[in-house]
């Protein structure tokens, strides 16, 4: 970057204000031909000229010595705020290209278990909400079932609800179901996969999120025959919907505080919530501040990797990690907390001290029928949501070695 410089002109003594003469050094340094400096018009105090005699330092103008500051100010300003913006754009890596490849016969195999999944919770069950207990219980009981055919003990984290959410379901309990990979190396750094199950009252919830909870099963059961060093934990939250959204009665909030009180050392928390749209229209994308399109594309066919700027790190390691092996468009942005990067069970585990990251479609920035009746199982596309099944494998290998 190129910092123009400023010269000062030279004026003669018809031409100084206040009728004052120019006092020029024969040895003055000068900006350029025909500089001159005005002792009245720096201001200087009587008796301390350019031609004075306190020093060689003094021969530097006042004002030209203003100007290098603020350069140096503007310069330090300038280095901060590309630090800044490196530290919340830059992302390791290249994003694969749309649209996704064909799948082969084993990755058909796998879209058509996802489908299966998303269907069961949004089109057998449907809505699934503390106002529909029954929805709510046939929700876990199908996760469970897909669990223990994958070969675990799932477990129930059970709390109680004090009403901060809705005073109406105080005393009532709220249930998180548990599948636990204990670690071969170091199994007390544990890695958290969490995805909501409840949604919103009226919508069935296929993309939200019943996508999210179908990819977690399948890295389940992928995982199953490979144990990591660490311990992996796939957790199928309760209560992430309004009314209970960032209170403390979020399932996720319930176990990240029980976690933090047994003092859990949980080094990273994967959560994927609204997996499964996506569109290759102009102008498909939306962001939550004007100005981010110009740094990300306006078409909805990429999945997202976004967390708060003080877990960058988490970030950049897991984005790579996924563009290494993953067929499907990817984009990545470490934001400050405020800014739309908040809004699943990842905050929960922000409020108890720990790491924590979303992997999203953007949801309310792309899907049209986010929290509406139209959230329906046909709309998802399962073979990109196969590609992030196979990506994000080697994000939990990574996390966990």
């Known amino acids: ?5 400023a010269g000062l002109q030279g004026v003669g003594a018809d031409h100084a204000p ?4 120019l006092a020029l050094a024969p040895d003055a340094p000068t900006l350029s031909s025909g500089a001159a400096y005005s002792e009245c018009d720096l201001g200087l105090p009587d008796g301390i000229g350019m031609t004075g005699s306190t020093g060689a330092d003094n021969r530097m103008p006042h004002r030209r010595r203003l100007l290098l500051l603020l350069g140096g100010l503007g310069l330090l300003v300038l280095a901060g705020l590309v630090g800044a913006g490196a530290r919340m754009f830059w992302m390791p890596g290249h994003s694969a290209s749309w649209p996704v490849p064909t799948l082969t016969e084993r990755e058909v195999v796998l879209a058509e278990q996802l ?3 998303v ?20 929700a876990r009981e199908h996760i469970e079932s897909r669990l223990t055919q994958s070969g675990y003990e799932p477990d129930h984290h059970t709390y109680t609800l004090d009403g901060a959410g809705a005073p109406r379901f105080a005393g009532e309990e709220g249930v998180s179901v548990v599948a636990e990979l204990p670690g071969t190396q170091r199994p007390d750094e544990i890695v958290i996969i969490g995805a909501h199950y409840d949604t919103v009252p009226g919508s069935p919830g296929a993309n939200d999120n019943a996508s999210g909870v179908a990819v977690l099963l399948a890295l389940a059961e992928r995982f199953r025959e490979r ?3 660490r311990t992996v934990r796939f957790i199928a939250f309760t209560n992430e919907e309004p009314p209970f959204y960032k209170t403390d009665d979020m399932g996720s909030f319930a176990y990240a505080r029980e976690a933090r009180q047994r003092g859990d050392n949980i080094v990273a928390m994967v959560s994927l919530d609204g997996v499964g749209y996506y569109s290759d229209a102009p102008g498909s994308q939306g962001y939550p501040l004007p100005g981010l399109n110009l740094f990300y594309p306006d078409r909805g066919h990429f999945i997202g990797f976004v967390t708060r700027v003080r877990d960058a790190a988490l970030l950049r ?8 092996q993953a067929d499907l468009p990817s984009q990545g942005a470490a934001l400050p907390g405020w800014l739309a990067v908040d809004r699943s069970d990842h905050w929960a585990f922000w409020q108890h001290g720990y790491s924590a990251m979303l992997v999203t479609d953007t949801l309310p920035f792309r899907d049209p029928q986010y929290h509406e009746p139209g959230d329906t199982a046909e709309r998802l596309d399962y073979e990109a949501m196969m590609h992030l099944v196979e990506g994000l494998t080697h994000v939990l290998k990574t996390l966990a070695e």
Do not use: N, T, W, Y
């Not at 206040?18 to 003469?21: F, N, P, S, V, Y």
């Not at 269907?119 to 046939?138: E, V």
């Open 1 to 5: 970057m190129v910092i123009p410089s």
């Open 18 to 21: 206040g009728g004052c003469a």
């Open 115 to 117: 489908e299966k999944d």
């Open 119 to 138: 269907r069961a919770l949004s089109q057998d069950i449907g809505p699934r909400h503390m106002g529909r207990p029954r929805s709510l219980q046939a």
């Open 227 to 229: 144990p990591q060093p």
């Open 317 to 324: 390691r897991a984005l790579g990690a996924f563009r290494e």
